[in-house]
């Protein structure tokens, strides 16, 4: 065998989708020389055998062409779009067979120029020289940031991208609602398959096997674990046992690489213990929360807020905490079971524009992240609008390498019984996420139902 | 979701393994400092959402942490071995769980010495300074590129290196030998499901599925195609139908990273047609004869030569080609069937030490790369030596497009019969391929049998 490069076998949305979505982004830009960098392939142990390509999510959003070595110029005073790149070789013929040439394919998105790859460098730097200004986005690969040797990316084309992606349109929903079809598919394998005995690697397997088999790749790393209180467990090395919950979080790509994330937690012996029942009641009781609050205009991190009053209030009546709940939460006691964040926006990321940076994606000038534990994980703060997607994940987490160090700082020991946490210290961890999409009454649960119930999850963990 | 780190949680060796590795390279590169990289995470759509870690192939040889971040020195005149890396931070407790130093996880591989990561330069500035060599191999991840920018990589190093890494241990066998027992698992599966009706892609899911369920990752990207003669096809977007045939070249890594890479053909109704029996015997030929004459001593080349005139012998009994056979070869007239190599080294890499080029792989000053076509994809050709583990995949591709070209040419007209090549022109293509090591007396192949005769894949594809 010789590795592959790529396929060119797009999946694409209309071509006025594209035209459509780059006139608005046009309109926001006045001036200057936009530079879009398409991603190359990815080397994994030498560079002809590369991870799956995965093309740049804004490359995606505006030129949807899904190879790699590509680069579009928008010129803004000019008025002309080119897309970069070089044909399909005589060599290619042999390894890949006939494939389109790159004219025929920016047809299919509305480009009707194209030049070499190599071409690229001057334009770049005679744009350079005339004092041009050269829109570009951050770089976070590194074959990109060697080959755009370019000054600071445009602040004005980042909030110009995030205003648009942060939007989504209902042929998005549409694919996200794909892909968390294959989900459930995903989710289901997994409550029917973890019994006693069978190891965690096993059934994230199983799982990353659904997605390739539709077509498509994971929308990041698979946690499949026990130990839930782990918040990035992504070795999945552990064999369930009966009496162990396993957090299954994970995530498929659509034909057009949207995302989904879903957490579902699952009781390896079929059923929930009380212990465990309780915990995962108010888990869902905050997501449920979180839920009912978003409608437009409410600030994330408010909801985020809100979602935690209820944790405390859950753990309260357990008697870990004490104390008003939302004052508890004001002092950061939460965070020593929900250290994380309630949600972040999803869209062609999982974590969507995570590249463009955070500060713009999630926050503004007037709601800036809250810099405390706990809090500076939370990914979202502003306010939200229709269209956002957003996913809400919940969750109570016992680390009692956590525990240990609050308890002997004794922080927040007003709203925390550390003696009664005792006995609670290796439950371990367990979260429930889904993804909803910002409506103009309030929000929806994107894609088909999965079981999240008590009665639902163990009726399918037993089945 | 937040996505993951990779795992620190290795496999290794016994310490002595690496210890004594070490020593056999230094006893061949007498002084100067060595700079072995290791891999950092390789970014997918965003910095925090990376490919599945894949840790450089030699840095893997050497020290075996299978971790980002990590860069190791030698210093052949001071006789120091150092590794540089970040200890697990504050705040990877919350999101990892509590992780060894790097000194615990240094010494396990037999490294006494460790520092930060942010020290590595001052130490390469200050060799550099002092005009001492410093030896780095070819670098083909673009951020160790960004990194270290340093002169040329050292020949000295690259032959050094490929002379240790060529040769494999009864340790590194079985590390091939367990890749090649999930190859089966994946190779029969896939002969079970390969049915009218059924997506590629569903395959290629499984077979996914599977490696990861057994804890390891592919070792390339899967070609599982009916258009077996597209020798690069990564698409899978076809439908099986009867009368199909179906290339199957997959392989998965052990859990210390070696590979494995097994071909079959398989017959989609559960039975070949006679044409296909035809091809597949004639190829099954001239594997058998490019395994028989292989020992220590014979040229790869040679051994590509005997089965390219094995193949032709088989194409003139069907009326395809004519004239003599070894002359037909010798004209490059095989090279409109098979344009391909008859293998390459195998190991940590799937083609091995490919980052280190090919011309000190696979060739020598004497023995060199033949540049004309087919040859030219050859990527061994020097002698072979007892513990090299090599691929033997030759195959039979009818390709339309260069069928077109030869004739309008009339290449080779002497040798190919064009009018009989018409009834021939959309057979595909079908290769087979299995992995040896080179022995004392000859060789061995590799791994648990996987069905290969045409009784044997009949069985399994209409069990």
Same mark, same amino acid.
């Given at each position: ?16 989708? $594209? ?26 142990? $030498? ?13 995606? $959003? ?15 005073? =000019? ?94 929903? =549409? ?24 190891? =965690? ?14 077509? %498509? ?29 396993? %957090? ?31 915990? $995962? ?76 940076? =955070? ?7 007037? %709601? ?96």
């Amino acid at each position: 065998m010789r590795p592959t490069s790529s396929t060119t076998d797009d999946n694409l949305f209309p071509r006025a989708v $594209y035209i459509e979505r780059r006139e608005r982004l046009k309109a926001r830009v006045p001036s200057g020389l936009m530079l879009l960098p398409g991603n190359d392939e990815s080397p994994m142990n $030498y560079a002809a055998n590369p991870y799956p390509f995965r093309q740049d999510s804004t490359f995606l $959003y505006y030129f949807g062409l899904d190879q790699p070595g590509l680069t579009a110029v928008i010129d803004l005073d =000019e008025g002309t779009e080119r897309l970069f790149g070089n044909d399909p070789t005589e060599d290619d013929l042999v390894w890949t067979g006939p494939q389109p040439p790159l004219s025929n394919r920016a047809q299919e998105v509305g480009i009707a120029r194209t030049a070499p790859a190599d071409a690229l460098e001057q334009v770049v730097n005679q744009a350079a020289q005339q004092g041009r200004t050269i829109h570009l986005l951050p770089q976070y690969r590194p074959e990109n940031v060697l080959r755009l040797r370019i000054q600071e990316p445009s602040v004005e084309l980042i909030k110009a991208v995030i205003q648009q992606r942060s939007v989504k349109s209902a042929e998005e929903i =549409e694919q996200i609602e794909a892909a968390l079809a294959v989900s459930r598919e995903m989710h289901t394998t997994a409550m029917r398959m973890a019994r006693p005995g069978v190891a =965690e690697q096993h059934i994230a397997g199983a799982m990353e096997g659904i997605a390739v088999a539709r077509g %498509v790749r994971l929308a990041f790393p698979t946690i499949f674990s026990k130990r839930g209180e782990i918040l990035h467990n992504p070795t999945c090395r552990n064999t369930l046992k009966a009496g162990d919950i396993v %957090v299954n979080d994970s995530g498929a790509e659509s034909p057009l690489h949207y995302a989904s994330d879903v957490s579902r937690t699952i009781p390896v012996a079929g059923r929930f213990s009380q212990q465990q029942k309780e915990i $995962y009641s108010i888990v869902l009781q905050a997501q449920a929360k979180a839920i009912a609050a978003t409608k437009p205009g409410i600030e994330w991190r408010e909801v985020h807020r809100l979602a935690s009053v209820t944790l405390m209030e859950g753990l309260k009546a357990l008697g870990l905490t004490r104390g008003d709940p939302a004052e508890a939460v004001a002092a950061g006691a939460h965070t020593l079971f929900f250290p994380c964040g309630v949600g972040h926006m999803m869209g062609l990321d999982v974590h969507d524009m995570e590249a463009l940076g =955070e500060e713009y994606v999630g926050y503004t000038d007037a %709601v800036r992240r809250n810099p405390e534990f706990g809090w500076r994980s939370l990914r979202l703060g502003k306010a939200v609008e229709p269209g956002f997607v957003i996913t809400v994940e919940p969750g109570i987490y016992f680390m009692p390498h956590l525990i240990d160090r609050w308890k002997a700082e004794r922080k927040c020991e007003r709203f925390i019984d550390y003696s009664r946490l005792e006995a609670w210290r290796n439950f371990g961890g367990l979260r429930v996420e889904d993804d909803i999409v910002v409506t103009e009454a309030g929000c929806r649960i994107l894609g088909p139902p999965i079981a999240k119930s008590i009665d639902e999850v163990e009726a399918l963990a037993s089945a």
